[in-house]
């Protein structure tokens, strides 16, 4: 086996890797983190998780301070949340890119394998 078919059957397993790895982290940026990292008025988990009424005093015994404390909790946890949304959707683009620009080198590589 000469060197332009190692070349080509390194470039094919590479692409099958990367596009492997980018799949996984797309997933994982796609699926929904829903835990709630501590009982909150304004997180839908929390809120699901207790009958209305226990809901209703809740909210109702909050003050403005406690209020404004509470949105400020849920900004910061979504914007963590989101941040590592970002990071996993920029990490799948970049083995998206290796696994591609690797395909494009096998199918280069495949006239001149005559």
Known sequence: MGLLEWILYFS?????????????????????????RKPSLFFF????????????????????KEILEEINDQVYINSTIAQ??????????????IGALSLLVSLLLIPWLK
Not at 12 to 36: E, G, M, N, R, W
Request: proline share 2%.
């Open 84 to 97: 590592a949304k970002m990071e996993k959707i920029r990490t799948s683009i970049a083995n998206f890119s």
């Open 45 to 64: 988990g929390s809120i699901a998780s207790q009958k209305i009424e226990d809901f209703k005093k809740g909210f109702a015994t909050l003050s403005e």
């Open 12 to 36: 094919i397993l590479t692409f099958v890797v990367f596009i492997a790895i980018s799949i996984i982290y797309s997933f994982k940026a796609l699926y929904p983190d829903i835990q709630a």
